[in-house]
């Protein structure tokens, strides 16, 4: 008998609805804001002042010339550098923005991001009033203000007994009277549910088991008419689901899938996601190394992006339809736990010898692909901390992308370009796609080192259904940041992928 585990995860203390960002509104002056954040940039050779410069000149007083001032005091227009300027009753932000004027949606998200998150670390004696000028004027770019001003306030406090409070009172953004409250409340959309997914993965393994996950979703998706089926061990049994089954056998804690379902009328596309939710990868009988075991609570951002982009989607009303499925698991040793050599079947009968039991990743995603197949979608995409491989061939800040056919490569990128994040396309060469092959089984779950990225996107391939455009998102590198905070993005958990999967249903809803 299985001792009884801590009954650890009081959802009380944590309820992903009410992550804590500070409320955020369009503004149309600097009025009585703590701190104001404008933009340097470099232009035909002179640095610029991006923002409410006059305004805050006339609050300043008689005979200050902000630019000059700034530029005294070290504001440089370097990309990344950020300077503070205190003048009577408000301080001054001054963000590099590069050397033009001409400034993307990324641009703005990152400075934006970089000037709250600035604010937020300076020890102050009262809540701040942060106003964010730096010249919003189109739609695109005001939810881009927004995201990465709420990106760059997010800090994971659940488990602080003592919690902070809330250092940032709230966020005012000028923008030109065209930008519309529309683009702010989808910006606000957005970065609440990174920020969710960022929560969930930054939980530790000990307080976010299978059903521990499934029971966040239910909870965020409440409100919402977002349809919620859940799988346990025994149904999953009952209807094949070999390799989440196996995956999750050796944990006191049994496996979950998890289907979500927004349908809304007219919707005439219908998009599918997956997400891989290994709650924690010990990596089985091939067991992971010391370093690599501390951090592997995050083998779940996958479900945790797929969970929370469904969550935008159906807030911001898109009209598409859009299923997603979590296959949720932990992945520990014990004498249930699956070994290498097993031969595992998969829901659409497919036999895999598992070569690897650290290859859990792909065993999972073959059960919830196969079963994604049965929903006919237009477009299947999963999303997955897949491989180390990946990270290798990629770094830590770019994903990669691997499709069955160019035109959803483009679809993709396309979308996370509007969204600001980075993929990178790699092949699945038949070189590759002939190493499947298993002599006691129909696959073989692991061949080499060399292209091990290639290799799990060309397993996965295997239970696509022909004719099915399908992408696969390995975000093993950029979903967890092990080093400082860089523009909106944390230090740990950095919500990867959400941004996209939401780009990506905007533009296929009717
Ligand atoms: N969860 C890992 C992948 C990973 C590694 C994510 C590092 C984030 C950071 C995955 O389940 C795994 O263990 N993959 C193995 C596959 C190998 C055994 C073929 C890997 O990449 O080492
Ligand atoms: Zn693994």
Redesign the pocket.
């Given at each position: 008998m299985a001792t009884p585990q801590q009954p650890l995860f009081d959802s009380t203390r944590f309820d992903p609805g009410r992550t804590d960002l500070p409320p955020v509104e369009l503004v149309k002056s600097i009025g009585r804001a703590s701190d104001v954040i404008v933009g340097l940039a470099e232009s035909k050779g002179r640095p610029t002042l991006v923002g409410a410069t006059a305004e805050l000149e006339k609050l300043a007083g008689r005979g200050i010339q902000l630019l000059a001032t700034l530029v005294e005091q070290g504001a440089q227009s370097r990309v990344d550098t950020i300077a503070c300027l205190n003048l009577p009753g408000v301080r001054v932000l001054a963000v590099g923005l590069g050397d033009s004027l001409d400034l993307s949606p990324e641009d703005l998200r990152r400075a934006a991001g970089i000037g709250v998150r600035h604010t937020a670390s300076i020890a102050s004696p009262s809540p701040r009033r942060i106003v964010v000028s730096l010249e919003a004027s189109s739609d695109a770019q005001l939810q881009a203000v927004v995201e990465g001003a709420l990106l760059g306030s997010y800090d994971f406090v659940p488990l602080r007994r003592h919690r902070p409070t809330r250092a940032i009172e709230s966020i005012g953004v000028l923008s030109s009277p065209r930008a519309s409250q529309q683009a702010l409340d989808a910006g606000r959309s957005v970065a609440h549910a990174v920020c969710v997914a960022r929560d969930w993965t930054n939980l530790p393994a000990n307080l976010l088991g299978p059903s521990d996950l499934v029971e966040q979703a239910r909870s965020y998706l409440k409100d919402l008419r977002v349809g919620v089926d859940v799988l346990d061990e025994h149904a999953l049994a009952k209807a094949g689901f070999g390799g989440i089954l196996a995956v999750g056998g050796g944990s006191a804690r049994p496996p979950r899938l998890l289907r979500l379902d927004w349908h809304p009328r007219g919707a005439r596309k219908h998009l599918v996601l997956v997400g891989k939710g290994?709650t924690y990868?010990s990596?089985g009988y091939n067991l992971k190394s010391a370093e690599s075991l501390l951090t592997m609570k995050h083998?779940m951002a996958g479900a945790a992006a797929v969970i929370a982009a469904t969550h935008a989607i159906a807030e911001l009303g898109l009209g598409v339809h859009v299923t997603t499925y979590a296959p949720i698991a932990e992945?520990m040793i014990s004498g249930n736990a699956y070994r290498p050599g097993d031969v595992l079947t998969i829901y659409d009968g497919t036999t895999v010898e598992n070569i690897d039991s650290?290859?859990?990743?792909r065993i999972v995603l073959a059960d919830a692909l196969a079963r994604a197949n049965d929903d006919l979608p237009d477009l299947l995409v999963d999303v997955a901390t897949l491989t180390g491989a990946c990270m290798i061939a990629l770094g830590t800040r770019v994903g990669g992308l691997m499709t069955n056919e160019d035109a959803t490569a483009d679809q993709v990128l396309d979308a996370a370009e509007i969204a600001g994040e980075e993929f990178w396309q790699l092949p699945i060469t038949s070189q590759i796609r002939s190493q499947l092959s298993s002599e006691v089984a129909d696959l073989r779950s692991k061949k080499d080192k060399f292209g091990g990225a290639l290799f799990a996107a060309a397993f996965l391939q295997h239970f696509v259904a022909d004719g099915t455009s399908w992408a696969h998102l390995d975000i093993a590198g950029p979903a967890w940041n092990r080093e400082a905070a860089h523009g909106y993005v944390p230090t740990h958990a950095t919500g990867a992928g959400v941004r996209t999967l939401i780009a990506l249903a905007q533009s296929m809803a009717s």
């Open positions: 290994i990868d990596g083998d992945s650290d290859c859990e990743g």
